[in-house]
């Protein structure tokens, strides 16, 4: 039964592909090397194209899109389509060691999958070490072609960014005049390859704070001392007065989560993932790890060369909480010029919207989702609960690592085999050993089966050496999840199965388990619930979206009837 579901699937695949519009893109990751924020050192740095960040990819709903990847940088890479489901394609997913074996310098690889069911911000980063930090880039998708003209001009079969051209856009019920893209990520001073030897070695204590945070690839860092000629200064986001504008957030962030505030503009929530929601005026975005948001802001009429400070404000951080030192940008009015701004607005007159105490869920409790989701799925019955609970430990060699039910990470596949080669060629059988909570110890997955309601529990645990418990963004590859509830302490399946503490659950592919205040008496602290449903099969990367952590081993793979 099981085979004839999945031979109707990969028929309907191929038919569908015959019958597409097929896009086609190069890009070429090479060594670059950059200096983002005016700092005194450049450093050396994977890139594609030359460019940081990366060029937009824009597609349309149905495309078969073909990227071909070529490496000629000095490490091995990947490239992951981050939000984009890759039905029947898993080995377009883009994760080395798992979909397939790492692209080694001098080769290439090419990914071929169809934009299936999906509309609206995703990015595409590197899947290896922490290269996702420089090779990122945004890929957005659009209803049609009319759209995709409109927002990006007249040169749609490659990559670029173009002024958008009349009349208004429209995508899904919103209509606006332009979009604008704000890709938010983190710069340090320091070689990439000493920072993950650290974070990997035994001289590992804690993540580090960025020395910027940068907006579209560009800051001013605070104690720089000299500005040249090569200093981009802070992004400028032009617009014209009394329109209707789509900003794209992208969390292209690897560690911080943030919130991000536009001076005088209010701004409407429309979409998170890739789903549009039911329009909610927000007084600031927050913004985590891998997710996305679109908002709609309304110009006034200011006149030519107003700017307004775009600012960012750090969130779930008690030790680096309030405005970011340099991770600004500006709104301009009018002007579109070389003109650059090289100084951070005076914190003591950036609004005040940011609560003084983080609030779990910020307010996606409140977000309703435009189209409602199956209620089969939504409401029907789990076939599984599959509890993830990662924990922060010292291993042997003083080496931090994550153990997932106390079970010691085994990184997947191996020199010559991708984990994808290893489960095709070994599928398990009846003798193959699965633990009591469904972890395949033969193929270090966990197996689900074809058509399944699928919970996910995030157990969030305080770091064995120091007690800490932080904010982790969990990010599904291969489906997107309904979020479905978030708790205190440890869940406890036989009193928690069927709370909902979101009464319209929201279809997101990033979702955080939240630290929450305990007390003493348990290591357990905060939980989120998501489901899936598995209509896809593959290897599907479920990991913390926070890097450091990822490569530290806080990661499970799906194994979905592959």
């Known amino acids: 039964m099981y085979r004839w579901i999945l031979l109707c699937i990969t028929f309907l695949l191929y038919f569908e592909l015959a019958q597409a519009h097929i896009r086609h893109f190069e890009l070429e990751v090479k060594q670059s090397i950059v200096n983002p924020d005016c700092h005194n050192q450049s450093y050396s740095v994977p890139t594609i194209n030359g460019e940081f960040p990366a060029p937009i990819i824009r597609v349309v709903a149905d495309d078969v899109v073909e990227i071909v990847i070529i490496n000629n940088a000095n490490r091995p890479t990947s490239v992951h389509f981050h939000g984009i489901r890759q039905y029947g394609t898993t080995q377009s997913d883009g994760v080395a060691g798992i979909t397939q074996l790492a692209i080694q310098p001098g080769q290439s690889y090419v990914h071929r999958f169809q934009i299936r069911n999906q ?105 720089t001392s000299t500005i040249d000629a090569t200093c981009n200064g802070f992004e400028i986001i032009d617009v014209e007065p009394n329109k209707v504008y789509r900003l794209r957030f992208i969390g292209a962030l690897t560690h911080r989560t943030l919130g991000i505030v536009i001076q005088s503009h209010p701004m409407t929530l429309i979409e998170i993932d890739g789903e549009y929601v039911q329009p909610k005026d927000i007084d600031y975005v927050e913004i985590s790890p891998g997710q996305r948001m679109s908002v709609l802001i309304k110009t006034e009429n200011y006149p030519e060369g107003t700017i307004f400070p775009i600012s960012s404000n750090i969130r779930w951080n008690n030790q680096n909480s309030g405005y970011t030192t340099n991770g600004y940008g500006y709104l301009r009015y009018g002007k579109r010029d070389d003109t650059r701004l090289f100084e951070a607005p005076p914190v003591q007159l950036l609004p005040n919207v940011f609560p003084e105490q983080d609030t779990p869920g910020w307010v996606l409790p409140e977000v309703i989702p435009l189209f409602q989701g199956d209620e089969r799925i939504i409401n029907g019955k789990a076939a599984r609960t599959l509890k993830i609970a990662m924990q922060e430990v010292i291993e042997e060699g003083n080496l931090t690592r994550f153990r997932n039910n106390d079970r010691k990470h085994i990184p997947w596949g191996t020199p010559t085999m991708s984990l994808f080669d290893i489960v095709t060629s070994q599928p398990l059988t009846s003798q193959s050993r699965i633990e009591p909570d469904g972890f395949s110890i033969d193929h270090q997955t966990y197996p689900v089966g074809p058509l399944e309601i699928v ?47 979101f009464s319209n659950p929201l279809l997101k592919d990033v979702s955080n388990v939240y630290p929450r205040d305990v007390g003493d008496s348990t290591d357990s602290c905060g939980w989120t619930k998501v489901r899936i449903f598995t209509d896809n099969p593959g290897l599907w990367a479920i990991h913390c979206h926070i890097t450091a952590h990822m490569i530290q081993g806080k990661m499970i793979i799906l194994e979905e009837s592959p």
Not at 462 to 487: M, R
Request: glycine letters at 8%.
């Open 119 to 223: 509309v609206g911000t995703y990015f595409y980063h590197a899947h290896v070490d922490l290269q996702d930090e420089t090779v990122q880039g945004p890929f957005i998708v659009y209803e049609n072609e009319e759209s995709l003209l409109k927002a990006s001009g007249v040169n749609v079969g490659g990559i670029g960014i173009h002024r958008a051209i009349s009349p208004l856009v429209s995508d899904g019920p919103f209509r606006y005049y332009q979009e604008r893209i704000l890709q938010w990520s983190e710069w340090w001073h320091q070689p990439m390859e000493d920072r993950y030897s650290y974070y990997m070695g035994k001289d590992y204590l804690f993540e580090q704070q960025a020395d910027s945070f940068l907006l579209n690839g560009k800051s001013v860092f605070s104690n």
């Open 455 to 501: 919970d996910i529990v995030f157990q969030n645990k305080k770091i064995k050496d120091n007690g800490l418990c932080l904010i982790h963004p969990w990010h599904t590859h291969g489906h997107s999840h309904y979020l479905l509830a978030e708790g205190d302490g440890d869940y406890n399946h036989d009193i928690h199965k069927d709370l909902r503490t």
